[in-house]
């Protein structure tokens, strides 16, 4: 009886054991089947170059919140870090404002080496959406952009070039430059150091422009237009710039129905030629930002007239009937002397014989 109650107590109790042994096991294969299901962790630090910023894939956050990218400005240095802090006023301005700031250290130095504020006239959200590290000037060195503003058929952007003195991204002549362009689409090219930039139009205008890009500033080496003739079939033009002077003349033959643009800055005078017929009739319009002077003269290079103001003559245009056959010369240049540049547009309407 004794033996049978302690046998039964025994069992009771290897029993609760056993089960206790049973479910400390299963609480542990649950714990090892939980941990190799979850994914492998990624290396804590990707570091990117210029390549890796053109990818859509590149994780950059809902563009609210800050954001980290480890960069390699070159194979020489140590890698850089990024960390871009939006500001939460996310209100539309049409005026520049603060955006965010981008703080910037050297991986493995826990000191902050440089903290640039970022102030565009783009929203917020597309401060750390449009971030990029790319070799704008071709030193082998990556430089920072990122969009300042944009339009329906164009874009604009804020650069920071890359000082291998200092170790640190500053502005100059070259990144104001760049930043005053304003395209659909920009292609940069190491080999021939140049930047080509598109312009989306449908109509006649500037539809390209190629700049040599050197560490003084941009020179514009090459310009192409859309033009079309009076039955209103397009073609493209492109001309070289030879020392400001399309394909290196001083003097641009204007032909009927096409316009062209150009910049100009005070102390220069551009020069077209209009070629006519005795009796014919010729309008020239020209519209600019700038307060224009247009002096025609005739064949003979005598001065038949002048037109002090553009911008209060004839509907910003001159008229005048041909006297004589021959070339016909219209110089355009800017009224006021102090050194604004700016840009304007000239065509000639078809010309038109008197009725006799």
């Not at 080509?196 to 040599?212: C, H, K, M, P, S």
């Not at 400001?244 to 204007?254: A, E, F, M, P, Y």
Request: aromatic content about 8%; proline content about 4%; charged content about 25%.
């Amino acid at each position: 009886m004794n033996t049978r109650k302690i046998g039964v107590l025994g069992f009771a109790i290897l029993n609760v054991l056993l089960i206790g042994e049973f479910e400390s096991a299963e609480s542990a294969y649950s714990a090892l089947a939980r941990a190799q299901s979850k994914p492998s962790q990624e290396p804590t630090t990707r570091i990117l170059r210029a390549e890796e910023f053109a990818d859509p894939g590149l994780q950059r956050g809902s563009g609210l919140e800050p954001v980290e990218f480890v960069v390699e400005i070159s194979p020489q240095l140590s890698p850089y870090l990024f960390r871009l802090i939006p500001t939460s006023d996310s209100r539309w301005s049409n005026d520049p404002r603060f955006v965010g700031k981008i703080e910037i250290s050297r991986i493995g130095d826990k000191r902050l080496l440089q903290a640039i504020d970022v102030t565009v006239v783009e929203d917020v959200s597309s401060f750390t959406s449009t971030f990029c590290a790319e070799d704008i000037n071709f030193d082998g060195y990556l430089d920072l952009k990122v969009l300042s503003e944009h339009g329906a058929k164009w874009g604009s952007y804020q650069y920071w070039v890359f000082d291998p003195v200092s170790g640190k991204f500053v502005t100059s002549k070259l990144t104001e430059q760049l930043g005053e362009i304003k395209a659909n689409t920009y292609v940069w090219s190491s080999s021939s150091r140049t930047l080509r930039v598109g312009f989306l139009n449908l109509d006649q205008a500037r539809i390209g422009e190629t700049y040599q890009i050197e560490n003084a500033g941009l020179t514009l080496i090459e310009i192409e237009d859309r033009v079309k003739d009076c039955e209103g079939n397009f073609r493209k033009v492109r001309y070289k710039l030879v020392d400001g002077k399309r394909n290196g003349k001083d003097t641009l033959l204007l032909e009927p129905c096409q316009r062209v643009w150009e910049n100009i800055v005070a102390g220069e005078s551009h020069n077209y030629e209009v070629r006519l017929e005795a009796g014919q009739t010729a309008r020239v319009e020209v519209d600019g930002d700038l307060d224009l002077v247009l002096v025609l003269s005739g064949p003979d290079s005598k001065v038949l007239f002048v037109v002090e103001d553009l911008n209060e003559s004839d509907e910003h245009g001159i008229s005048w009937t041909a006297e004589a056959t021959g070339t016909y010369r219209l110089e355009v240049r800017p009224k006021k002397e102090h050194p604004v540049s700016g840009r304007y547009d000239i065509s000639m309407e078809q010309p038109r014989n008197l009725a006799r």
